[in-house]
């Protein structure tokens, strides 16, 4: 247990998460420190992939390299958690994740590279994000561990963005699951 | 045809009560349903000298087992896995019995899924802990992403635009399953459903509402395989084995998120060996398991098994008509994951095994026997072989019997073909053909 402070309503308790980098992604944490979204890139085929592996995912060359992107990309899919499962995000509920496939790391076969984020807004920004919508990224400080998270901010909202409907009323925002 | 295809039976299936909070360690309950299962079969606890387990660090491992009930074992090894390890450890057990590993193979699982490590959220405490992310999880904890639900959601979504239905296709998965369970003394909700309490349930992560997700439940469910020529001797009607796949991946099986189609399941490259290698045509089936962690996934396994296209499963499932104990296609007639039980998909090929021998064990007098009344409405739950059945949505027809295979003395004859599709994601698949 932390001593942590109750976070504010609305904000990711960042504190409660632990994050540790390993060989194969301790690059990609210090790029995002410096603000910057890399990708790994094969030197020997070019193949671009996302998480960091040790290996080129396409032609198994170990000699690999990065790709920097702009951090802008399409909503592929998302969600948007109304009963947490984390004690960091409790006090963030309603909150939306994103699949956010970058417009500049497609692969020349098509293959996309996707990373995940938290969507910034009030209450999930469930009137913006969406299927579709275009978002760009946004680098989070990650409490006291002085990681940097990317999150995704919506830009555009293209006609035909699908966003997720339905019947029922939100249970109360921050509430952790009750035991029966 | 396979050359182990129709070797080895399961003979023996058990399980312990299906509870919240069982008070009990999980090696208690597998030793309750291991001698369940032992004595379903009619065999003695020294007649087993292979156990084999899977967990995700929730339970006890087999020589814990061992050790409890004297077992000599001449095998015993423990798998890390969740979703469709059943059907995989059926596989590896044919094999193993095959090869002289050991005489006959037991299998089981046992958690404490409700009291102690739970599926959405750890540990019973909730959160309140800092939570390590290293791994795949570096990526996905800090965006939110925790338990099932986070992950299943964004499947759920992408389904939905794509292929452009409303969430009531989910709701129909729910309500149908719930009507099963009802048929289903052990089962722990039967309470009545609507597609409108499926409406009105409450978000766990959008665009899963609470009667999406399965229970988490304290159980264990075993079961037992051993040699054809041992089933004559034994209690109940043999249930055979006739293939299976156990487990096959997509690409990029450790990040599917960067897949080209999230949803393009595993099971379109690997369905056909499937059948040919149980030698059946999928029309051949009459009953079926459809892993229902979530109600949107049996319909992608209905899709990636050939039964409907891609996208039509929404459709497919008739407003739950078509998969209902009567029609066409009967998906998890205990009621599921959803309604049932969840033991990571055990009790989806438990409930085919006594459905196979026409023994579920339902509402009627005599279901021990195999007599059933075929009457929902009085509680029976024993579906009936496909050719028996008429048009989807309506009640069992008594039709001419074309087989004189095990059944009752008159009406319709017993399911002959069930089949388990085990996986929670597209990205892998496992599954298992039984026949009686």
Redesign the interface.
């Known amino acids: 247990m932390t001593a942590a402070q109750p976070p504010a309503a609305g904000s990711i308790d960042y504190g409660l998460i632990s994050v540790v980098p390993d060989p194969d992604t301790e690059q990609w944490w210090a790029a995002t420190a410096a603000g910057r979204l890399l990708v790994r890139q094969c030197d020997a085929c070019g193949f671009r992939f996302f998480p960091p592996s040790p290996t080129c995912i396409r032609c198994r060359s170990t000699s690999l390299g990065w790709f920097e992107s702009g951090g802008r990309g399409v909503v592929y899919s998302y969600e948007t958690v109304v009963q947490p499962t984390l004690a960091a995000f409790a006090a963030a509920v309603p909150y939306s994740t994103a699949l956010v496939e970058l417009e500049d790391c497609a692969n020349d076969d098509g293959t996309p590279v996707r990373i995940f984020g938290t969507v910034l807004g009030e209450r999930g920004a469930e009137d913006e994000i969406g299927i579709g919508a275009i978002v760009e990224v946004v680098f989070e400080l990650m409490g006291p561990s002085g990681l940097m998270i990317p999150r995704f901010r919506v830009v555009e909202t293209p006609a035909g963005t699908w966003r997720i409907t339905g019947h029922a009323a939100n249970g109360p925002a921050g509430t952790l699951p009750k035991r029966l | 045809v396979a050359s182990l295809t129709d070797k080895y039976c399961i003979v023996g299936v058990g399980e312990t009560a299906f509870m919240?909070?069982s008070g009990r360690t999980t090696l208690s309950l597998a030793c309750e349903a291991i001698k369940n299962a032992a004595a379903d079969a009619g065999l003695r606890l020294d007649d087993l000298d292979g156990v084999t387990s899977y967990n995700t660090n929730d339970s006890c491992v087999t020589a814990q087992v061992a050790h409890a009930l004297g077992l000599k074992l001449n095998y015993g090894v423990d798998i890390y896995g969740g979703a469709g390890a059943t059907e995989a450890l059926i596989a590896q057990s044919i094999g193993l019995i095959e090869q002289g590993y050991a005489r006959s193979m037991v299998l089981f699982r046992s958690m404490n899924g409700?009291s102690g490590n739970r599926k959405?959220?750890?540990s019973?405490a909730?959160?309140?802990?800092?939570?390590?992310?290293?791994?795949?999880s570096?990526?996905?904890?800090?965006?939110?992403?925790?338990?099932a639900?986070?992950d299943y959601?964004?499947?759920a979504?992408?389904y939905?635009?794509e292929h452009g239905y409303?969430?009531d296709i989910f709701g129909h998965v729910a309500v149908t399953q719930r009507r099963h369970a009802q048929l289903n003394p052990k089962a722990l909700r039967r309470e009545p459903m609507t597609l409108e309490d499926h409406?009105?349930?409450?978000?766990?992560?959008?665009?899963?509402?609470l009667f999406d997700c399965c229970q988490e439940v304290d159980n264990a469910v075993a079961l037992i395989i051993a040699p054809a020529s041992w089933a004559q001797d034994l209690r109940q009607p043999p249930v055979y084995i006739r293939g299976g796949i156990g487990r096959a991946w997509s690409e990029?099986p450790d990040?599917e998120?960067?897949r080209?189609e999230?949803l393009r399941s595993v099971g379109y490259r690997v369905r056909s060996r499937l059948f040919g290698q149980a030698d059946i045509h999928p029309d051949d089936v009459d009953i079926f398991g459809m892993y229902d962690c979530f109600t949107p996934n049996p319909l992608y396994w209905w899709e990636a098994m050939g039964y409907c296209g891609t996208g039509e499963g929404g459709a497919f499932i008739e407003k739950g008509a078509a998969i209902s104990i009567d029609g066409p296609y009967p998906q998890n007639l205990s009621g599921g994951q959803l309604s049932e039980t969840y033991t990571h998909g055990f009790n989806l090929v438990t409930e085919n095994v006594r459905q196979l021998r026409g023994r579920a064990d339902d509402w009627c007098p005599g279901a021990a026997e195999g007599v059933h009344s075929f009457d929902r409405d009085k509680g029976c739950r024993q579906a009936v072989a496909r050719r028996d059945r008429v048009s989807s949505g309506s009640g069992p027809a008594p039709g001419p019997r074309s087989s004189p295979a095990p059944g009752p003395r008159s009406g319709p004859a017993f399911p002959e073909i069930s089949l388990n599709v085990g996986t929670g994601s597209p990205r892998y698949l496992s599954a298992v053909v039984l026949r009686r």
């Open positions: 919240r909070d409700r959405g959220g750890r019973p909730g959160g309140g802990s800092v939570v390590e992310a290293r791994g795949r570096q990526f996905t904890v800090p965006a939110g992403l925790h338990g639900p986070c959601a964004l499947y979504a992408r939905l635009y409303d969430s409406r009105s349930s409450r978000w766990i992560v959008k665009p899963l509402r990029m990040f998120w960067s080209k999230i």
